[in-house]
């Protein structure tokens, strides 16, 4: 089959691979309708996360349609068109039984620095090791766990961003604990940013202020009812002071983790230097204007993904404020079935940030776009 695969920092290419086979009883096979690069799989292209294998297949986030399935499944059937979600869990280990299903104990024999959390499709061996999305076909584990059957009432575009998008944005406002009627900062309006506005009005919002640099972005966030803040043209501190009354935000979203611009968009060179050295692994910009511009007593909460160390997080001054902090990868699984009812119902429209559509031959060209 084809697949799209990674070679190196800035480098994917369209290979043949061997078809994935039924290895475990759990098993189905996936023929990949729909598939979609995700800022995850812009870490893994720009060479930070840990654990890549040059010509491993990429993505993790996909709707299709079940070829296949092992001898213990029987929650699905061939032709049966499903949604997946990302994380791969088992349903049995303690984490799972407590809803705490990026925690799967069993999905994930790699370990970095001790722990490791549950399987993923696609973005690194540090993950699992298990083949992506961006592909022809894909060997789904835990068949009986994961997959989500799709009514005739929600096409594949409207289900894809359920596959991890969505619910990542969902559980980041639930997160953030946002008052009846209270402000909520976006940092990042890539897609899981964009989410994150249109969940927080789902969620009781009373303001939402959204912070990027990126004018098709900054303009998508204000279709969405959003404040939008370039960054590289206000003080961003300044400017949601004046929108808060000297306040702050009552939660702070980062939705943009590891690769953060600095201030005005440029690293400083002592940054750059120590990245380049492997001194530091990930980028504390967005943390650091959070932690600033939040309310006391606030929360921060972090969707965006990070790898490892970060220098220069003013801990003090998160300690001083009273902020909270939460953080993680998506329990998907306790999201996927309400928000596929909210998608029925029209509550929310998540394909309508879809904004390029391309073959999978085309792939390495929607990197370089992305």
């Avoid at 060479?47 to 010509?55: N, R, W």
């Avoid at 961006?134 to 068949?143: F, S």
């Avoid at 009986?144 to 894809?160: F, H």
Wanted: proline share 5%; glycine share 12%; aromatic share 6%.
């Amino acid at each position: 089959m084809k697949a799209l695969c990674w070679h190196g920092k800035g480098r994917v290419q369209i290979d043949r691979v061997p078809d994935p086979i039924i290895l475990d009883p759990g098993d189905a096979i996936v023929r990949v309708s729909l598939t979609s690069i995700c800022g995850s799989d812009l870490h893994a292209y720009d060479g930070f996360l840990p654990g890549m294998v040059v010509g491993e297949s990429l993505g993790h986030e996909f709707v299709g349609e079940v070829v296949e399935v092992g001898s213990s499944v029987s929650k699905l059937q061939a032709g049966d068109r499903v949604v997946v979600p990302f994380i791969i869990s088992c349903g049995r280990c303690s984490y799972c039984e407590a809803g705490l299903w990026a925690l799967c104990a069993t999905t994930n024999a790699r370990r970095l620095n001790g722990y490791g959390g549950a399987g993923q499709f696609g973005p690194s061996h540090h993950f699992g090791g298990y083949g992506g999305s961006q592909a022809e076909y894909v060997r789904v584990p835990h068949a009986e766990i994961g997959p989500l059957k799709l009514p005739d009432t929600v096409s594949d575009e409207q289900a894809l961003l359920l596959s991890a998008t969505l619910p990542t944005a969902y559980m980041a406002v639930e997160n953030s604990h946002l008052p009846p009627g209270g402000t909520l900062a976006v940092w990042g309006c890539g897609p899981v940013g964009q989410l994150v506005i249109r969940c927080a009005w789902l969620l009781g919002a009373g303001r939402v202020i959204a912070i990027d640099h990126i004018p098709e972005r900054l303009r998508m966030a204000r279709r969405g009812h959003a404040q939008a803040i370039d960054f590289t043209k206000e003080d961003v501190y300044k400017r949601i002071q004046e929108l808060t009354a000297n306040h702050g935000p009552d939660a702070c979203v980062d939705a943009v983790g590891m690769e953060a611009l600095g201030l005005g968009g440029v690293e400083s060179a002592l940054d750059m230097a120590k990245a380049a050295v492997y001194l530091v692994s990930d980028h504390p910009y967005t943390i650091q204007h959070a932690i600033r511009c939040c309310r006391k007593g606030g929360t921060l909460s972090l969707a965006g993904v990070y790898s490892g160390a970060l220098d220069k997080v003013p801990l003090g001054q998160a300690f001083a404020k009273g902020l909270s902090i939460h953080m993680g990868y998506t329990h998907i699984h306790r999201y996927l079935r309400p928000l596929l009812k909210r998608i029925e119902t029209g509550e929310i429209a998540p394909s309508s940030i879809i904004t390029h559509r391309i073959k999978l031959d085309d792939g390495p060209e929607g990197y370089r776009m992305f």
